[in-house]
């Protein structure tokens, strides 16, 4: 136990030295991770949140409430896997006594207390322009509400990692990656809260992981009502099938070839890039 | 008894078979035809604790492939592989604090940090506690003249002082096995030696046993009492570099400088004629004849210089390649 804390404790503190060099980079991905607000002037605009029952002040908070949570949940795992991969960076990893994954995850960590300034800044901006927009969560829904981010950050993590296992397999698995952004677009409440959505379609969403990954901690964290136990549930119930998958797929991948195949092209910087700006 | 055990190892890698252009895209697309090429086909060989061996071949010999999986990156197509009592391709944590791979066109030191975060990283990994790695780092950095080298970010060092902090990261956990992968690769002759010079001292500090790869055949006179010479993945030699040169080459290298000119022809009746340029001669003499035959042409010749020595290693084994065996 006090190796593994170790192991945490040097990994995180050298990736966060690592990020700080990029903070410039980091602060441009924060930038761009601002598709929640960009629907919140569409939504006010348009006016439909408040036919579906949402004041114009809870559809702020909510949005601004996406904008922080796909802040803190942003996962690039299948990307820099691929090419680490493809450029043979992977095989120092394996050949120690390590789970490699264990080093993605604390890249991912570190990278999101890399943010944590510029998320701040862009906050007061918006508070400054709009002061009415920001809701203060109570602590205890704070509480909540990080607690949720952190859990939805560990979902998309794991389904990214099982995504990633199939690299092994499929020669493109940051297109499958691809793939899911489209119902995680949708379904997860990015583009609209799942308040607006016809009944059928929101019982659908709340079927599948993706609401638990942005709508469950943005609504905690804007104060909105929710049903906190069964978003817990459904999180950890999610994160429990994944996590035996990714568990069992993991020495499969180790049987295949070294590396995946030579057609992947495109480095992993723009796919980093174009994931960020996507997902 | 051996620390590396190798019994008829094979590697056999599926790849897809199609025609360039057009046609044959449109063809792989619907019906897709493989083959499979044989990367390393039935290689033995044992090394015993405290050798070093040097694994010679042409590119694509299978020389990367056969140490991937004597380090469990690969699994065998066939055969068995044992290092240090364990099999390479179960990977387990025991079997990896026992050995390191360094290939000299990768690198896992933190590119944007100094080489010192990322000794620490491999100490935490490998369970070694903060002050034995600050002995063993200022130790490996002393053998590999390192100094504040190690806290300038790796980025910013020369490749010569990139690749002796890569080896000090790779040994830090001191590794009983050293598979080394073109360590060399793309350093100054000056950084090569340096390199060559602390293989050497670490192996006889702590009696490592190294298999090495180069192309450069430096590393291997300097390094490898022992090759091994792997041509389209079969083993073709193994055995000692002296008995190879032995073997190779049954004439003896004589360079001669003559004070006056001379023609070809001046030389017929004597053994192999290999160049004339000027005043500078170089012949091929059977081992048996050297003697006689230096004795004609000093008494026929007025020669100013004589220099007898056996051909360039790497001449032999290019040859050697060439014909695909041992003759």
Not at chain 2, 41 to 68: M, R
């Amino acid at each position: 136990m006090r190796r593994a804390l170790r192991i945490a404790r040097v990994l995180l503190a050298s990736q966060y030295a690592y990020m700080l060099e990029y903070r410039a980079e980091i602060a441009l991905w924060a930038l761009s991770g601002v598709l929640p607000l960009i629907m919140l002037g569409v939504w006010q605009g348009s006016g439909g949140a408040v036919a579906a029952g949402l004041s114009p002040q809870q559809l702020s908070h909510y949005f601004i409430a996406a904008f922080v949570v796909r802040q803190f949940t942003v996962v690039w795992l299948i990307h820099v896997f691929e090419e680490d991969a493809l450029q043979g960076k992977l095989s120092p990893y394996l050949l120690q006594p390590l789970q490699p994954l264990w080093r993605y995850l604390a890249a991912h960590i570190a990278e999101q207390a890399t943010r944590i300034p510029f998320v701040a800044l862009m906050l007061a901006v918006l508070a400054l322009l709009q002061p009415t927009a920001l809701a203060l969560p109570s602590p205890g829904a704070l509480l909540l509400g990080l607690l949720a981010v952190g859990a939805a950050f560990a979902l998309r993590f794991l389904l990214q990692t099982v995504v990633t296992m199939l690299c092994f397999w499929s020669e493109r698995a940051a297109a499958l990656d691809r793939l899911l952004l489209i119902p995680y677009l949708f379904l997860s409440g990015l583009v609209a809260p799942l308040d607006t959505f016809p009944a059928p379609v929101k019982s659908f969403a709340l079927a599948t992981p993706f609401p638990y990954m942005l709508s469950f901690p943005a609504q905690l964290l804007a104060g909105m009502p929710v049903n906190a136990a069964a978003g817990f549930g459904a999180l950890a119930a999610w994160c429990a099938l994944l996590a035996p998958i990714a568990w069992l797929l993991w020495p499969c991948r180790k049987r295949r070839v070294s590396r995946p195949s030579r057609r992947i092209r495109l480095t992993g910087l723009l796919q980093r890039a174009g994931a960020l700006m996507g997902g | 008894m051996p620390i590396v055990s190798v019994d008829q190892l094979s590697r056999t890698y599926r790849v897809a078979d199609r025609q360039s252009g057009l046609r044959g895209s449109v063809e792989h697309l619907l019906r897709r035809r493989h083959r499979d090429v044989v990367a390393v086909d039935g290689v033995s060989f044992a090394v015993e604790p405290g050798e070093i061996v040097g694994f010679l071949g042409p590119n694509g010999a299978g020389k990367t492939t056969t140490l991937k999986m004597l380090t469990g990156l690969i699994h065998p197509s066939a055969g068995s592989v044992q290092v240090a009592g364990w099999v390479p391709a179960r990977r387990q944590p025991r079997f990896l604090e026992q050995i390191t791979l360094v290939m000299g066109n990768k690198q896992q030191l933190i590119w944007d940090l100094p080489a010192l975060d990322s000794f620490r990283v491999n100490a935490a990994v490998y369970g070694i506690d903060d002050s034995e790695a600050k002995r063993r780092i200022h130790e490996l950095a002393d053998m590999l003249e390192l100094g504040e080298e190690l806290s300038r970010p790796v980025r910013k060092l020369s490749l010569g002082q990139r690749m002796k902090a890569e080896l000090l990261a790779a040994l830090l956990h001191r590794p009983a096995v050293l598979f080394l992968d073109e360590p060399t690769l793309g350093l100054d002759v000056n950084a090569q030696a340096r390199v060559r010079d602390f293989l050497a001292d670490y192996n006889r500090r702590y009696g490592a046993t190294v298999l090495l790869t180069s192309h450069y055949m430096g590393d291997i006179t300097a390094l490898c009492p022992r090759v091994l010479l792997i041509h389209q993945g079969r083993l073709f030699y193994d055995g000692s570099l002296e008995g190879l040169t032995t073997r190779l080459a049954p004439q003896r290298e004589v360079r001669l400088e003559l004070r006056h000119l001379a023609t070809a022809e001046e030389f017929q009746g004597y053994s192999e004629l290999e160049s004339l340029q000027g005043h500078q001669v170089r012949l091929l003499i059977p081992r048996e004849q050297l003697t006689q035959q230096v004795g004609e042409l000093l008494s026929r010749f007025d020669v100013l210089d004589l220099e007898v020595g056996d051909p360039p290693v790497e001449e032999l084994i290019g040859r050697l390649f060439r014909q695909g065996s041992v003759a």
